[in-house]
């Protein structure tokens, strides 16, 4: 412990190199105040914590473990009230391990009255770094179950996440340990990759299906790993935490919003689900949200006001018009414009007709056509909209000029994930 630059004592954060530790030892300098253990022990201790606390992301954990020999000082810690930031003292678990089986210094006391998640473990015969390490794990049982609910309109999937995120069901919800819980996954909007400018991301996890609870799901992830290819989009997410009920499945009691997210495609073929800061309220990369959610809480409020722009997915110039409903003055033209099925009945009308408006185009817009084509139909396929897939399916032939080539009805065919006869 020595003193920083504000004058304040602090604590020394070591690296994971042996020599990098050493080289921070060697320059420690000695205390300049004999009686500092004494008297700034727990206020150099809060201070390193806030200090630390500030490079940790929602889904880290910071455990902090003192040992102590049991020294019996003299110091009365009611003279001095300290107390930790809310936001704090339920982020950390405090593990005080007493080599001398007597009791917990007085000075240590602070600790219990500060830190909601606090453990004293009174054992004289730990000796070895193992057995130290092994109690600091045995009370660290903060990880909730990896396993989440993935749920896409009115399809839903068992997923785990590796590594499992490290959030506390009791600093989100009214339970404790004997209560298990879980993540809930909600995707309710697609978005282009390339329209996603720097995503506040804290952290990411690999999303692989769950088949011991699950058998069916892993269907849905294919086709949502298939559509978020083929259309280059991601799923924009809600993620909760919430608690774990019989049979599996999930309820909205007691349900706690998290974060935000995206689930998008990973390298190696898989699916990445990505988690945006607790504090993240604004998505300052896709514009002036006024709040972000699924489109049944824009039920009963205004949606889309060209005049007013107001629109719960704004763009930021006519330039790149990405998310919104042409608008009549646009000097853009309509074709170049998507709309969100969630948050519009007209939708899917919309990009239907643009499907088979283009048809009429081809081969001079088989570029634009094929893209359109596969992101209607990826959008379907993953909201399990079986009867507007097979629909495109048996009127596209009837749009399709007989004249065309046969690779370009074979590009056509497979855009529409029809077999070539």
């Not at 009214?174 to 995707?187: D, H, K, L, M, T």
Request: hydrophobic residues 35%; charged residues 20%.
């Amino acid at each position: 412990m020595s003193k920083s630059a504000e004058n304040q004592f602090e604590f020394v954060q070591f690296m994971d190199s042996k020599s990098s530790s050493f080289e921070i030892v060697d320059s420690c300098p000695r205390p300049s105040e004999p009686l500092c253990l004494q008297t700034k022990f727990t206020d150099a201790l809060f201070h390193s914590i806030q200090k630390a606390y500030s490079k940790f992301t929602s889904c880290q954990h910071i455990r902090l473990v003192v040992l102590t020999d049991g020294y019996m000082d003299l110091v009365n810690p009611n003279e001095v009230e300290i107390k930790v930031p809310e936001m704090i003292k339920e982020e950390i678990t405090c593990i005080v391990i007493n080599h001398s089986g007597s009791q917990v210094p007085f000075r240590l006391n602070p600790l219990k009255y500060n830190f909601t998640d606090y453990h004293v473990h009174d054992n004289k015969s730990l000796a070895s770094c193992n057995e130290v390490a092994n109690t600091v794990m045995k009370f660290s049982s903060c990880e909730i179950s990896s396993t989440a609910i993935l749920s896409i309109g009115h399809l839903s999937a068992s997923v785990s996440l590796f590594p499992s995120p490290c959030i506390r069901p009791w600093k989100h919800l009214n339970i404790r340990r004997n209560q298990e819980s879980r993540f809930y996954v909600e995707a309710f909007g697609f978005l282009q990759v390339n329209d996603m400018g720097h995503p506040p991301i804290v952290s990411r996890y690999t999303m692989v299906h769950s088949p011991d609870t699950d058998r069916s799901g892993g269907d849905l992830l294919k086709v949502l790993l298939e559509s978020l290819k083929g259309s280059h989009t991601a799923a924009i997410t809600n993620i909760y935490i919430q608690s774990l009920v019989d049979g599996g499945s999930v309820t909205t009691k007691d349900r706690q919003f998290v974060t935000h997210g995206f689930i998008s495609e990973s390298h190696g073929n898989g699916l990445c689900l990505s988690f945006f800061g607790e504090e993240s309220i604004a998505v300052a990369w896709l514009g002036p949200f006024d709040f972000l959610a699924s489109s049944g809480d824009f039920e009963g409020h205004e949606v889309y006001n060209t005049e007013k722009k107001i629109t719960p997915f704004p763009v930021g110039s006519l330039e790149r018009p990405s998310y919104i409903l042409p608008a009549a003055s646009s000097t853009i033209g309509a074709e170049f414009q998507y709309s969100s099925w969630l948050n519009n009945s007209n939708g899917p009308s919309v990009d239907v007709n643009k499907i088979f408006r283009l048809c009429k185009k081809l081969p001079e817009k088989a570029d634009y056509f094929l893209k359109e084509l596969n992101r209607v139909m990826s959008l379907a396929e993953v909201l399990g909209w079986a009867e507007l897939t097979q629909a495109i399916q048996t009127l596209l032939p009837t749009h399709i000029s007989q004249d065309l080539d046969m690779e370009m009805l074979r590009k056509v065919y497979h855009a529409a994930r029809m077999k070539v006869v």
